[in-house]
């Protein structure tokens, strides 16, 4: 794999090759949807993280799955490598074109709402749609997905998403993340064939069952950062808008109450929309200035306004059995929280710079010590606030399970000199997670994914280079990217 973060242009290729590589790609899509101009290239070397990656010799913008096909196709003809992008706002270098003889697919062009079922209860789009258009085109007809978009749904795509296996809190306990929505997919795969998966494999099947036909593999391309296919459609689940809400926050003093206390909601199907954790007495002073090693921010969504108020009553006893308490004011901080849900980390970043994250999946008994990890690696060794730095951590429970999506963030402002030293702290601490407690990354990218199959069992990381292998002979998609 080749990469360097200083955003020089590592192309050997020569004039001729890219001219061949434009006008090839011109016949595709035509040639106001092609670029080489080097102020645009420059527009696609930074995603959300610290990362800059050297310029494209082209970027691309598809409006068709076909014309998706078209450009693989020749891409495994001529011999240069594809990477997909879609809004750009992947933390850890998804969308960003790493390797010489690259090309970049822009996705956003393929930005079409397809089909809403009322039938199915499922919606159908291009997956360059932007996740805040697809909610505001669903809330017209009193429609929402589960899980309606990550922290960056002003900008994040659909299929980013599903390609980085997103979560976040908006609706995470109760649906799970990007990918449990997912009932069909429409894929090109690396060679230019043109797939579909779950029920829709079958032509006069339709777009309703995610596991039949021979399997679930549409599983395989969630996650997988696009390596072994473009996802150029999505059919996902639908439920209604939510009529009833009720916003809960709570302070334990001791971790084992607060662990309790998830475990009581989990056993008794008690389940909220979003059940999030403030982890650790430094995230709980900060939000509510009280001491205690954990809180919970605890948003319930329902149809019945009876059915919300059996549930309040019901947390709030389970918190209350467990030594809980609930300082004043603190459900109407929690409503504020949720209720700006897809600016909270814009918010963050305006106050303290630009963030790296480093989220990943632990069990809900590790977070204890993911906290303590974390606030010593950032705070201690690495002294991030001395240097003008600001760190915090999040958590949140996934799919009605004790699994917790656990996200440090470290801010830092956007200068050469400051974004080199957070890089190399943002990737020492990726690296020391994944043997100190065993981080599992949710979504990938090229820094994980360079820290993390060292670590794992090599018969897992020889199955994912022979699935690469049959699907992508000519290692022309996203290489690098997982394996």
């Given amino acids: 794999m080749t990469y360097q973060p200083t955003g020089e242009n590592m192309k050997n290729s020569n004039d001729k090759f890219v001219t061949e590589v434009v006008e090839n790609l011109s016949k595709i899509v035509g ?87 009322e039938a199915n209860m499922s919606v159908t789009v291009q997956t360059g749609v932007i996740w805040s258009t697809l909610n505001k085109e669903l809330a017209k007809h009193g429609y929402r997905v589960p ?3 990550p922290e960056s749904a002003y900008g994040a795509t659909v299929g980013g998403s599903l390609a980085l296996a997103s979560m976040s809190s908006q ?45 679930d593999y549409a599983g395989i391309f969630l996650g997988s950062m696009g390596v072994f296919g473009v996802i150029t459609e999505a059919t996902l689940k639908l439920e209604c808008l939510p009529t009833a809400q009720k916003c809960i926050g709570v302070v334990f003093k ?9 475990y009581k909601i989990l056993r008794s199907k008690t389940i909220p929309k979003s059940l999030n954790i403030n982890p650790g007495m430094r995230a709980v002073k900060s939000s509510y200035g009280v001491e205690g090693e954990c809180a919970f921010r605890i948003i319930l969504e329902e149809m019945n306004e009876k ?40 918010k963050g970043e305006k106050k303290y710079g630009f963030a790296a994250h480093a989220c990943h999946r632990i069990p809900l008994q590790k977070l204890p010590i993911a906290v303590k990890e974390a606030e010593h690696y950032f705070l201690e060794v690495h002294r991030v606030e001395e240097r003008g730095m600001h760190f915090s951590v999040g958590c949140y429970v996934s ?12 801010y830092y402002r956007d200068e050469p000199e400051t974004r080199k030293i957070a890089l190399e702290i943002w990737e020492g601490w990726i690296a020391h997670a994944i043997k100190a407690y065993g981080a599992c990354p949710y979504w990938m ?10 670590n794992l069992r090599p018969e897992y990381v020889g199955f994912l280079k022979r699935l690469k292998r049959a699907l992508d002979p000519n290692n022309v998609l996203n290489p690098g990217m997982l394996v």
Avoid at 34 to 39: E, F, G
Avoid at 82 to 111: C, W
Avoid at 254 to 262: A, E, L, N, R, S
Wanted: net charge neutral.
């Fill in 31 to 117: 040639k106001e949807r092609v670029t080489s101009n080097l102020i645009d290239l420059h527009s696609y070397v930074r995603d959300a993280s610290p990362l800059e990656a050297p310029l494209p010799m082209a970027v691309v913008k598809p409006l068709t799955t076909e014309e998706v096909s078209k450009i693989l196709k020749l891409a495994n003809e001529m011999k240069f490598r594809v990477f997909v992008r879609g809004g750009g706002t992947s933390a850890g270098g998804g969308g960003l074109a790493f390797m010489e003889n690259s090309i970049l697919i822009d996705m956003t062009a393929m930005n079409k709402i397809l089909e809403i079922s």
């Fill in 147 to 149: 899980f309606w978009g």
């Fill in 171 to 215: 609706g995470v306990t109760e649906a799970g993340g990007t990918y449990n929505q997912v009932i069909t997919l429409e894929v090109v795969l690396p060679t230019g064939e043109v797939i579909r998966t779950g029920s829709d494999s079958l032509p006069n099947g339709g777009r309703f069952a995610r596991v039949c036909n021979g399997g």
């Fill in 254 to 262: 001791k971790w084992k109450q607060g662990i309790d206390f998830v």
């Fill in 307 to 346: 059915i919300a108020d059996i549930k309040e009553q019901l947390i709030r006893s389970y918190a209350k059995e467990l030594g809980g308490f609930f300082p004043d004011g603190i459900d109407e901080k929690v409503k504020e929280w949720w209720d700006g849900m897809f600016f909270r980390l814009v």
């Fill in 399 to 410: 799919e009605q399970r004790p699994a917790c999506g656990f996200y440090p963030f470290l």
């Fill in 445 to 454: 990218g090229i820094v994980w994914s360079r820290n993390l199959l060292p």
